[in-house]
């Protein structure tokens, strides 16, 4: 029994040193042994999947390459979170060290590009059309205020989710010793929990990316061309 109910979060190790973190490359490590390979299974369930999530996310974004890192980041916080349903790995997607950094280079990237390119667009957004003239002031603190803490939402919508998850099997587990003729319905319970903590882990994932994706696509301006002879 753990002498902690946050024991499982602690990033550190029997050495005192942060190891646990090194669960959060095994995708790194693992994957690109998967392109000297012919082409098996696993590649091909991982084409399919990375071409449906191009087809949704060039529907959000304006520019069709730049859907390849919203999925690898996808897949990437996705592995994290599962990896973190396996007893004794280390749940580096419930840490706001790992999840602020993946939320704020993606924030501040977005944010330089679009000033620095589409300074006019980028005031535009400030201000919602239809804004009667008394609430401008109002509305500019608020659109402000909401574009600076996207960064926080998305890195403690993940580390919530996930540290919540965990912490209802961690209480559920710990009840195990008391529940003497109840055990097999704590069992059932923490298999339907379980299952829960599985979809929140794809959901989390793709919420992420989706977000990442509108946020990006605020910032990208596309002029509209002008019309041919042939509309006229």
Known sequence: MMSNLFSSFNPTSSFNLSLNWMSSLILIILIPNLFWILPNRISLFFKLITSSLHKELKI??????STLIFISLLIFILTNNFLGLYPYIFTSSSHMTF?????????????LFGWFTNTYHMLAHLMPQGTPPLLMPLMICIETVSNIIRPLTLAIRL???????????????????????LLIFLIFTQLLLFILECAVAMIQAYVFSILS???SSEVIYVPKSPLSPCHL
């Open 60 to 65: 959000l974004t304006k520019l069709n390459s």
């Open 99 to 111: 999840t602020l950094s993946l939320a704020f280079p993606l924030w501040i990237s977005f944010m």
């Open 159 to 181: 580390s919530a989710n996930m540290i919540a998850g965990h912490l209802l099997l961690t209480l559920l587990g710990n009840t195990g010793p008391f529940l003497n003729y």
């Open 213 to 215: 994706t509108l946020y």
